[in-house]
């Protein structure tokens, strides 16, 4: 491991920065560098030290962590949000990627997030400046259909329009993300189930344990012992006798909101 990993903590209460540093002390691999309790203390250290990771508090009185952000464009750091709430921000942030800490904040979850991003930052093709720009650009999109998802694959992230994905496959601990006029589908290193909560409310459905599928790219469905979805691009998805129920009510939905 390296030992001289330099950590920014960016908390606007004392309480929360000292819990944050008693806890730091526990990791070898780690240098605190210092610390700020709003944007413009942040910022100005960041200049100076140059940190690999920011723990940013994403509410904070004037100017929040997504401020802070925006105003460091040229930016080389790797951020673990921390925050409260399970809000609105919390979407975008998974959809980019990007770890969180929900208060209190659990010492073991801190120490695997921080080995976690020391392991990303080994990575050659690890790209922190992306994925907060992807954040930033999903956060100022009012149509959340236009959110875009980044995909850690073995090349690197890359980042898909919601609106392009047609199905997603399981492959054990992988899953293969198909897309709409690209005839090459990507293998993204997470399991499905880390994306169905993500992406349910987007017009997607799980009918199987191994398929998820964009319910504006189906053709038809054809019911029967074997209920099946035949998707535009002609790829007949099985839809499994449990599923079966919550897909037609999805379905159902779906064609109201159209």
């Known amino acids: 491991m390296v030992n001289d990993f330099k950590i920014l903590v960016v908390e606007d209460e004392a309480r929360g920065r000292n819990a944050l540093k008693a806890m ?7 240098q605190l560098m210092g610390e700020a309790e ?3 203390q942040a910022i100005a250290l960041i200049e100076k030290e140059i940190p690999d990771l920011v723990l940013l508090d994403v509410e904070m009185p004037f ?9 460091l464009p040229n930016r080389t750091f790797d951020v673990i949000f ?13 959809f980019s990627a990007i770890d969180y800490l929900l208060k209190p904040i659990d010492p073991d ?8 991003t020391i392991e990303k930052r080994k990575a050659l093709k690890h790209s922190p400046k992306e994925q907060i720009n992807n954040l930033l650009n999903n956060l100022k999109t009012t149509n959340k259909q236009n959110f875009k998802l ?11 329009p919601i609106e392009e994905i047609t199905r ?25 189930k880390d994306y169905e909560n993500l992406l349910l409310e987007y017009g997607f459905c799980r009918v199987h344990h191994s398929h998820m599928i964009n319910l504006k790219f189906i053709s038809k469905y054809i019911k029967g012992d074997r209920g099946v979805v035949v998707m535009m691009d002609g790829v007949e998805v099985e ?9 037609q009510k999805s379905l159902e939905k779906y064609a109201n909101i159209i």
Do not use: H, M, Q
């Not at 100017?63 to 105003?71: E, M």
């Not at 409260?84 to 921000?89: F, K, Q, T």
């Not at 979850?109 to 976690?116: C, F, G, H």
């Open 63 to 71: 100017k929040n962590g997504f401020d802070l952000l925006a105003a």
């Open 239 to 247: 839809v499994s006798r449990r599923k079966r129920e919550v897909f």
């Open 150 to 160: 980044s995909l850690p694959t073995s090349e690197g992230s890359v980042f898909i």
């Open 24 to 30: 730091l002390k526990t990791i070898p691999e780690i």
């Open 82 to 94: 921390t925050t409260a709430y399970d809000s609105y921000a919390i979407k975008a942030i998974k």
């Open 109 to 116: 979850e801190l120490n695997s997030a921080i080995l976690k």
């Open 168 to 192: 997603c496959e399981s492959d054990a601990n992988y899953t293969w993300f198909y897309l709409a006029n690209v005839p090459k589908p990507i293998l993204v290193s997470k399991t499905l």
């Open 38 to 40: 709003n944007v413009d």
